[in-house]
């Protein structure tokens, strides 16, 4: 970043008494030198320590320590130096030789995979700039203007310490007013200089090529990070992976039931569970520190989540981690600022009397306990969290809430697609019950949510004389009675047919309480590949993951062979449930090889390819002998049971 076209050298011995001369005749590049800039309150100390602990860069500290005139300005009060007391030709001069000093400094030293400057030489000018623009009142331009009039003694070393800098410029925000704004508010006292200098600062930064800044925002730091990482090239820094993964912090008093949590996601939900005191340990050890406890709390959660990092590196497949015990309210807060909506803070809420029976030691051991806690801060973390779990309950609860939450976040909702009842080409007498259906269970009053038409009824397939009319319905509990009144009302209609009904509570729905075969149903709605014949205004249905579907359907593959071998002993043989169940089976097998068959004909279809033995099933069920259909689930059963034989 160019700011100062070439001027004279200075000449060696032109400086005044006790100030540092920069030496011009470094090798630029000679070491990678990162000059992070901005305005006040952006960001640049905490990434400069960031990159300390990513890649043990060294750091340069601040300017005042490469010019002694910096503590008479201090002894006399800096501000009243830097803005009236001192003329503005020395402030320049004192500024114009610090980083000139700093500059030079990087090129000797011990060796570092980084060097790491807080203001490059853009700061330089901006500074002198602002300062210009409130001691004399004038506009931004002009202030430059003057600014680098002041500078042209060093522009050549100027420009000579530019070359060897890779300088990242850090802004709040593209729009100055809004950026000062932001620079203030993270201040707890403000003069007006300081505040007409923070603009003045601002206006002029903003005036850069726009291509050169990164805009932090109110993103979250870790993201603001990966964002520098991606400018450094040599040599190359790895950028945060967190930012793209999911961070569950459980926190509580003491038997609130955070462990029971963490158990639940690791389970239930293949959540990897890390313990925050064993990631800081591994932090203490990798940077050799006696007690980080005793860092400040904003270094601690950087530690922290470092770590998250480098395990989130080694483990790219896993995406969901919980960590556990968050004890600490300004922990929180700091992780929070680090990693914005990646972070959510779980507290798991129980009353005291409760809390006291679980305590495997004793109710006093529970509030000693619970005293340590409070002392950090960790009853505060409710405040903040944004999820409070009343855990005063059963386990069932506190798994239901936690099944609602991972939905709730990994789940998008859908919109169903909705057709009319005669659209699906179903039989007169048929269409007839849906209609009257429809009209009885959609009355404003009512509290259903969704009617939707499944299997060969919603796909063209539907066989009279062999296929039901299979309907789910969502609906809040207290509807079922009125489902049940319309459907007694309506059941002469079906004319004999089968009706295959599942209901079905919005909350079982978005907690993923179903059967692999509801979920695989709910996915296909949420798809659009079934139809609903009526919707409530605004209702969505959660969209299940494959993968989620998939696990369960595999854990359902047992139960379908259990029920296939019951009805091939039973007789007379049932072959129409023959037929059915072991085009589950089927599907079930096809499903763990990724592959989706709604209709039984296809997947049993799709499945004599997988085994090559399998004798062919009718291509219409209803005309098929019962030694055929028979034969096949026989083969079908089989397949399954020697698939178990071949992994011992």
Not at 301 to 308: D, F, I, M, P
Request: aromatic letters at 4%.
């Amino acid at each position: 970043m160019h700011v100062l076209r070439s001027g004279a050298a200075v000449p060696l011995g032109a400086y005044p008494i006790g100030q540092s001369e920069p030496t011009g005749g470094f090798t630029p590049g000679h070491l990678a030198v990162v000059a992070l800039s901005g305005p006040d309150n952006v960001g640049k100390t905490t990434h400069a320590r960031l990159l300390q602990h990513r890649t043990g860069a060294r750091s340069l500290g601040p300017l005042d320590d490469y010019d002694r005139r910096w503590q008479h300005a201090k002894r006399n009060g800096l501000p009243d130096w830097w803005f009236g007391t001192a003329p503005i030709e020395e402030v320049a001069d004192v500024l114009a030789c610090s980083y000139l000093a700093r500059s030079a400094a990087a090129q000797s030293g011990p060796p570092a995979p980084l060097i790491l400057i807080d203001r490059g030489m853009t700061m330089l000018v901006a500074s002198v700039a602002a300062t210009i623009a409130v001691r004399d009142h004038t506009r931004t331009e002009l202030a430059a203007e003057r600014a680098h009039l002041l500078l042209a003694p060093y522009a050549s070393a100027i420009a000579h310490a530019q070359q060897a800098e890779h300088e990242i410029l850090l802004l709040h925000h593209a729009a100055p007013r809004e950026g000062a704004r932001m620079a203030l508010s993270r201040e707890p006292a403000i003069t007006p200089v300081y505040r007409r200098y923070q603009h003045a600062l601002n206006e002029h930064l903003a005036k850069l090529p726009p291509s050169d800044a990164i805009v932090a925002g109110e993103r979250p730091i870790l993201a603001v990070h990966a964002d520098i990482c991606a400018t450094l090239t040599r040599p190359a820094v790895l950028a945060p992976t967190i930012n793209d993964r999911w961070i569950i912090a459980l926190g509580g008093l003491s038997e609130c039931g955070k462990s029971t949590a963490g158990r639940h996601l690791q389970h239930e939900h293949g959540v990897t569970r890390l313990k925050i005191g064993y990631l800081l340990d591994l932090a203490a050890a990798r940077h050799r520190l006696t007690d980080i406890y005793a860092l400040p709390i904003a270094e601690q959660a950087e530690l922290l989540a470092q770590e998250l990092d480098a395990y989130a590196h080694a483990h790219h497949y896993q995406q969901t981690f919980s960590i556990e015990s968050l004890h600490s309210h300004d922990l929180a807060t700091e992780l929070r600022k680090l990693l914005g909506d990646s972070l959510t803070t779980v507290y798991l809420d129980a009353d005291p009397t409760v809390r006291a029976t679980r305590g495997t030691l004793g109710p006093d051991d529970v509030t000693e306990r619970d005293r340590i806690k409070r002392a950090r801060g960790a009853d505060r973390v409710r405040d903040i969290a944004q999820h409070v779990i009343d855990n005063n309950r059963s386990a069932t609860e506190l798994g239901h809430a936690l099944d609602r939450l991972i939905r709730d976040r990994l789940w998008p909702r859908r919109s169903p697609r909705v057709v009319l009842p005669a659209e699906l080409g179903l039989p007169d007498h048929l269409t007839g019950f849906l209609d009257y259906t429809v009209a009885a269970l959609t009355r404003p009053d009512d509290t259903v949510r969704l009617i939707a038409i499944t299997g060969s009824g919603a796909r063209g397939k539907y066989l009279d004389g062999w296929s039901d009319l299979d309907v789910l319905i969502v609906a809040d509990p207290p509807a079922l009675p009125a489902i049940g009144a319309a459907l007694r009302q309506a059941r002469g209609r079906l004319a004999g047919v089968k009706l295959g009904l599942t209901v079905l509570a919005p909350a079982e729905c978005q907690a993923g309480a179903l059967t692999s075969r509801l979920l695989y149903t709910l996915a296909q709605i949420a798809d659009g590949a079934l139809p609903a014949i009526w919707a409530a205004p605004g209702f969505t249905v959660p969209h299940p993951d494959a993968a989620t579907v998939t696990a369960r359907t595999w854990r359902d593959g047992a139960t379908a062979a259990m029920d296939l071998r019951r009805l091939l002993l039973r007789e007379p043989i049932d072959v129409r449930a023959v037929y059915k169940v072991a085009a589950l089976l089927a599907k079930i097998v096809l499903r763990c090889e990724g592959e989706l068959h709604a209709a039984d004909s296809d997947a049993l279809v799709a499945f004599a390819k997988l085994a090559s033995d399998l004798p062919e099933a009718p291509s219409d069920p209803r005309f098929g002998a019962a030694e055929q259909v028979t034969a096949m689930a026989e083969q079908v059963l089989a397949w399954w049971l020697a698939s178990l034989e071949s992994a011992v």
